[in-house]
């Protein structure tokens, strides 16, 4: 499987963020944490990308027609907002899963409505760093799944 993992905006300040909600570690100690999970459980190439800005996100999934196989996204606070996001996804049409470090169904108003999550085959919310884990393995069983028919 060749993933693309992307973070959205605010998620390069990990560790220095709200501490209380996002805990103490860094985006650093994440993508080192996300290349561990892949190389145990055999993912043949994962790329990272993360940006504070929309078109960034939108450029970044499109770039990934043809090259990836799977998508993992958190889009922070662009999924509560952004319909180009939801709509890139769909432009691709790769399997993609949403992730929140937090577990957004417990938080504001506003932040129970997911554009992106829309376009996605499922989500793991309020499981810190183990999220995107258990969207990895999502995503491995799901196109296993698929090549079976
Ligand atoms: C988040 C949840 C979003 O509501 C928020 O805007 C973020 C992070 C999470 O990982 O819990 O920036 O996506």
Redesign the pocket.
């Known amino acids: 499987m060749k993933l693309l993992v992307i973070n959205?905006?605010?998620?390069n300040m990990l560790g220095i963020r709200e501490k209380g909600?996002?805990g103490e570690q860094s985006y650093e100690q994440l993508l080192a944490y996300i290349r561990s999970c892949c190389k145990e459980l055999g993912v043949e190439d994962v790329e990272f990308f993360q940006s504070n800005h929309e078109g960034a996100i939108v450029d970044a999934i499109q770039a990934a027609y043809g090259k990836k196989d799977a998508i993992v996204i958190?889009?922070?606070?662009y999924?509560?907002t952004s319909v180009a996001i939801l709509d890139a996804l769909k432009s691709v049409n790769l399997p993609a899963v949403e992730?929140?470090?937090?577990d957004?169904t417990k938080?504001e108003n506003f932040?129970q409505v997911s554009y992106a999550g829309m376009a996605c085959l499922t989500r793991f919310?309020g499981l810190g760093f183990a999220g995107y884990r258990e969207a990895i393995k999502y995503l491995l069983d799901y196109l296993q799944e698929e090549k079976q028919g």
């Open positions: 959205g905006p605010n998620i909600l996002y958190n889009p922070a606070a999924t509560h992730v929140h470090l937090t957004v938080r932040r919310c």
